[in-house]
C-alpha cells in the first residue's frame, strides 16, 4: 500500500480553472474523502491521481515515486466509475478477469484471483452471468472486484454509489468499508453525499469552486467548520448573525438579532474568524444541541414562536422564531407534550455547542 501526496497541484482546461493548489498528504491505508457540491474539482483532483489528467503545476508522489505525467496503467491504482464501465456483452469472470490478461497472466493464476475476488465481493456462483443479468448493485461489486484484482497499491472510487437506490447506497457504503479494512488498501472516494463521507471516512477534504475549504475528520468537520460553506454543506446548521459584545474569561458574548445576549467560548472559533469587540460573527448552532428549556431560566435561553413542529415518533424537531431569525432543534421524543405551530417555546442553546464559523 501507498501513500498519496500532491504538492500544490493546480488544474486548468485552457483560461477555465479545474482545480488550485491542492495540498495533501494520504496515509497509506488511509480512507480518504473528496466532498463538495458538482463542479467543485474532484473528479478533476481524483482524475489526476489516476493519471488521465497531468496537473498544469505541482507534483502527485505514490510513496516516494514521483508520478505527476506518469500514465494511468503504469501507477497501479485500481478505479471504479460512477458508470462502473463494465463489458456489458462478457461475462462477469471476463470483466473481472480482464485487467489481468492485459497484464499476461497465466490461466491457472488468473482463475485463482477472479475466484478470489469473485468471494471477496460476495458474488461467488455469477462467474459466467452476464453484466447485463445483473442488478445495480451486483454491477458495482463486479466493478469493485475488477478495480482489486490487479492488486492496487490504491483504490479510486468516483461516486460509486450514485446509481444505486438508497437502501441498496446504505448498505453497499458498508461493504466497500469492510473491504477497505480487510484488505488495508489507501482509498480515495469522491462524492458530493456528506453522509456517505461522514460514515466511511477517515479524513475528508471538503472542495468549494476548485479551492480546498477543509481538510479534517469527520468529527472535526461536523464540530469544527472553519467556515459557513463547510458549516451548511456538512448536515444541518443553524446560521445565525451575531455581533460581539463583550468577553470575560474564556468566554465571549454575542448580540444576536433579537437583542439578547448569547455567551459562547473564545476556544470555539474556527481559525479564520477574528473574535472583537463590535465585529460582526456567524454562529454555527446544530440543531441536536439546542434543547427545550426545562425551566426557561437556564443562560443563553431564547423565547420564540413556533413556526414548524415535526413529529417523527423517535424525535420531536421544530422550527422557531426568533427576532429575525429561525432556529431548527432536533431532540429526541422524552413524552413531553409536542407543541404546535405558533406556540411559544423557551430553548436553551449550551455555551459550548455555539461554533464561531467565520
Ligand atoms: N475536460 C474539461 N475541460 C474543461 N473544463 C473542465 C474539464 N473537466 C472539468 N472541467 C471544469 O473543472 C471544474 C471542476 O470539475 P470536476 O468535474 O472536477 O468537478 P466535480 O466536483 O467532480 O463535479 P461533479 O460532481 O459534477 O462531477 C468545473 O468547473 C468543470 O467545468
Same mark, same amino acid.
Given at each position: 500500500m501507498s501513500s498519496v501526496t500532491? @504538492? &500544490?497541484v493546480h488544474k486548468r482546461f485552457g483560461q477555465a480553472k479545474g482545480v488550485e493548489d491542492v495540498h495533501i498528504h494520504i496515509e497509506s491505508g488511509e480512507f480518504f474523502t473528496f466532498l463538495g457540491p458538482s463542479g467543485c474539482g474532484k473528479t478533476t483532483t481524483l482524475r489526476m491521481i489516476a493519471g488521465f489528467y497531468f496537473p498544469t503545476e505541482g507534483q502527485i508522489r505514490f510513496g516516494s515515486r514521483e508520478v505527476t505525467s506518469v500514465p494511468p496503467h503504469k501507477r497501479n491504482t485500481g478505479m471504479v466509475f460512477q458508470n462502473? #464501465?463494465?463489458?456489458?456483452?462478457?461475462?462477469?469472470f471476463e470483466n473481472i478477469a480482464f485487467g489481468l490478461q492485459v497484464r499476461k497472466l497465466s490461466r491457472t493464476e488468473t482463475?485463482?484471483?477472479? @475466484?478470489?475476488?469473485?468471494? =471477496?465481493? %460476495?458474488?461467488?456462483?455469477?462467474?459466467? %452471468?452476464?453484466i447485463d443479468q445483473l442488478?445495480?448493485? *451486483? *454491477?458495482?461489486?463486479? #466493478?469493485l472486484a475488477r478495480a482489486l484484482v490487479i492488486e492496487p497499491q490504491i483504490l479510486l472510487l468516483d461516486e460509486p454509489l450514485s446509481n444505486l437506490d438508497a437502501k441498496l447506497r446504505e448498505e453497499t457504503r458498508f461493504?466497500?468499508?469492510?473491504?477497505?479494512?480487510?484488505?488495508?488498501?489507501?482509498?480515495?472516494y469522491v462524492t458530493h453525499d456528506q453522509a456517505e463521507a461522514m460514515s466511511m471516512s477517515d479524513r475528508i477534504m471538503v472542495m468549494q469552486s476548485g479551492e480546498v475549504q477543509q481538510i479534517g475528520t469527520p468529527h472535526d468537520i461536523y464540530h469544527r467548520p472553519v467556515n459557513r460553506f463547510v458549516a451548511s454543506f456538512i448536515g444541518e446548521t443553524n446560521l445565525w448573525e451575531g455581533t460581539v459584545a463583550g468577553?470575560?474569561?474564556? @468566554?465571549? *458574548?454575542?448580540?444576536?438579532?433579537?437583542? *439578547?445576549?448569547?455567551?459562547g467560548l473564545k476556544k470555539n472559533a474556527s481559525p479564520q474568524v477574528r473574535l472583537v469587540a463590535g465585529e460582526k460573527v456567524t454562529l454555527s448552532i446544530r440543531p441536536e444541541s439546542v434543547m427545550e428549556s426545562a425551566t426557561g431560566e437556564e443562560a443563553n435561553t431564547v423565547t420564540g414562536a413556533v413556526v414548524l413542529a415535526e413529529f417523527t415518533g423517535a424525535c420531536v424537531n421544530y422550527v422557531t422564531s426568533v427576532g429575525d431569525e429561525q432556529l431548527?432543534?432536533?431532540?429526541?421524543? =422524552?413524552?413531553?407534550?409536542?407543541?404546535q405551530r405558533g406556540d411559544t417555546i423557551?430553548? &436553551?442553546i449550551p455555551k459550548e455547542s455555539i461554533y464561531f464559523a467565520g
Open positions: 500532491l @504538492e &500544490h462502473y #464501465a463494465l463489458f456489458p456483452h462478457m461475462t462477469v482463475q485463482e484471483r477472479v @475466484e478470489k475476488m469473485m468471494k =471477496l465481493v %460476495r458474488l461467488e456462483g455469477y462467474g459466467e %452471468r452476464r442488478s445495480g448493485g *451486483q *454491477q458495482q461489486r463486479v #466493478a461493504e466497500i468499508k469492510r473491504l477497505q479494512l480487510e484488505l488495508g488498501i489507501t482509498t480515495i468577553f470575560e474569561g474564556d @468566554e465571549v *458574548q454575542v448580540r444576536v438579532s433579537s437583542g *439578547q445576549i448569547l455567551t431548527r432543534s432536533m431532540s429526541i421524543n =422524552l413524552g413531553r407534550p409536542v407543541k423557551k430553548l &436553551h
